[in-house]
């Protein structure tokens, strides 16, 4: 009886009952670097063409490449000390202490702003198992570490999108759109309309801005254009520029302590007037650009051609059965 078969789907090794975009919260990885950057944008720490040294010995960056001078540098490269000292700024105000109370403080206000992305709360769809996942607090790490027993030095994994921090999949999707938006996000829903008119809800329509100006939103942009279309980008994968199709996105790789690592890839399309925004995440299966990029880039494809063009199915084959697409 249906009974049966209930128990049967939860005891499937493969929990098919299990949601995971809702319900399966991950650090973000790279594609947090984003919210970083726009948050220490509206503390007045940073702008578009501030340059950091890519300094090693704070932290380690995944990609030999040229001085990040600017952010556009920065986010094609994703170099992790940029973004490290980014989030100095953002939580030490520019000061170059290690004090506790000033990493408290400034963590604080941090964890405030990223919120307004959506994260750390539910989004509010239409199923009651979505997860809030976690940005973590001040209090959070007195609890973790004692009071007065952290500081900067012990929070910079967030710099990157790594350490206490976990993020759902529509929340990650939902921060691509928020970006595509300049600035706000519609809370996801399944139902388009309700009634006769097919209209949307009222509160369907309703923007959700985030503490950071809609000023600053359009810097995040060309940088990821050159992720997936500039020279030597990490998403190149993705890339649909022979249709006309420019793709802002972002990829990355996300430490996982009990196996490979996963990856990750967020995008939206097209840049300028964008139509679709994408978070794509393939448990174990390495760096970013890899799988879930091209995955990303055949959904983006579809969503707005309709289809995948005949020359794009070796993508589809690589993505859904591992054969190598025999050129690039």
């Given amino acids: 009886g ?57 932290i380690r960056c995944t990609h030999n490449h040229e001085y990040p001078s600017n952010l556009n540098i920065a986010i094609k490269n994703s170099c992790n000390p940029y973004f ?5 700024a953002a939580v030490l105000r520019g000061q170059s202490s290690n004090k506790f109370e000033d990493a408290r403080l400034g963590l604080g206000q941090w964890q405030k702003m990223v919120k307004t992305f959506g994260l750390g709360e539910r989004l509010g769809v239409d199923m009651g198992h979505e997860k809030r996942g ?18 900067y030095k012990t929070v910079y994994s967030l710099s990157i999108g790594q350490g206490e921090i976990g993020i759902t999949g529509l929340q990650m999707a939902n921060v691509l759109a928020t970006i595509a ?17 097919g209209q949307p809800m009222p509160e369907y329509r309703q923007r959700h801005y985030t503490a950071v100006d809609t000023t600053y939103f359009k810097y995040m942009v060309p940088g990821m254009q050159q992720v ?37 890839f967020g995008a939206f399309a097209p840049a300028e007037n964008p139509k679709i925004a994408i978070s794509v995440f393939i448990e174990n299966a390495g760096f970013g650009g890899t799988f879930a990029a091209p995955a990303a880039g055949l959904m983006i494809e579809r969503y707005l051609r309709g289809k995948v063009a005949p020359g794009r199915q070796r993508w589809e084959n690589w993505v859904m059965y591992g054969t190598a697409p025999s050129h690039h």
């Avoid at 976690?134 to 500081?151: A, M, T, V």
């Avoid at 938006?181 to 008119?197: D, E, T």
Wanted: net charge positive; glycine share 12%; hydrophobic share 35%.
């Fill in 2 to 58: 249906m009974g049966n078969r209930y128990m049967d789907l939860l005891r499937n090794p493969d929990r098919p009952l299990f949601d995971r975009p809702l319900m399966a919260t991950y650090p973000p990885g790279s594609v947090f670097k984003m919210v970083n950057e726009l948050v220490a944008m509206q503390l007045g720490v940073v702008n578009a063409s501030t340059g950091f040294p890519c300094d090693q010995h704070l």
């Fill in 134 to 151: 976690l940005i973590p607090s001040p209090e959070f790490y007195d609890k973790l570490r004692g009071y007065h027993h952290w500081n």
């Fill in 84 to 88: 490290y000292q980014v989030m100095r």
């Fill in 181 to 197: 938006n300049r600035g706000y996000y519609y809370a996801p829903h399944f139902v388009r309309g309700i009634g006769a008119s």
């Fill in 228 to 264: 997936v279309d500039g020279r030597g980008g990490t998403g190149s994968f993705a890339s649909l520029a022979q249709y006309g199709i420019s793709v802002a996105g972002k990829t990355g790789t996300v430490q996982n302590s009990h196996g490979p690592d996963h990856s990750t």
